[in-house]
């Protein structure tokens, strides 16, 4: 299963978000239980939406889209998160299967 499904305006992306990492990086799909999420780290701390805009910047180059297309559709103060991403459903999917981007999965068990 993918982390992201398409909408009619572009892209939602299942995220699982690690806040005070030492750098920014995105590290790639991992499967948990019945779902898929992109695993990202990002070194701001989750204080004041600080992580979140970090989150959005870092997906706004990786995925060379304006960081005013990214928005959190759910789970803006959880780990856990869903962002919507406009655009071309088509383009953003090819830009996450980018070579670039991780996709290694890694497996867990049950949280």
Known sequence: MAAWRRTETGIDLRLRVTPNAGRDTILGVEQR?????????????PDKGRA?????????????????????????????????????????I?????PNLPRNPVRHGPT
């Open 33 to 45: 239980d019945e779902t898929s999420v992109l695993r990202v780290k990002v070194a701001a701390p």
């Open 52 to 92: 979140n805009k970090a989150v959005i910047a870092l997906l706004a180059k990786a995925l060379n889209v304006p960081k005013s297309s990214i928005r959190i559709a759910s789970g803006a103060a959880a780990r856990d998160k869903i962002v919507h991403i406009e655009g071309a459903p088509k383009r953003l």
């Open 94 to 98: 090819a830009a996450l299967n980018k």
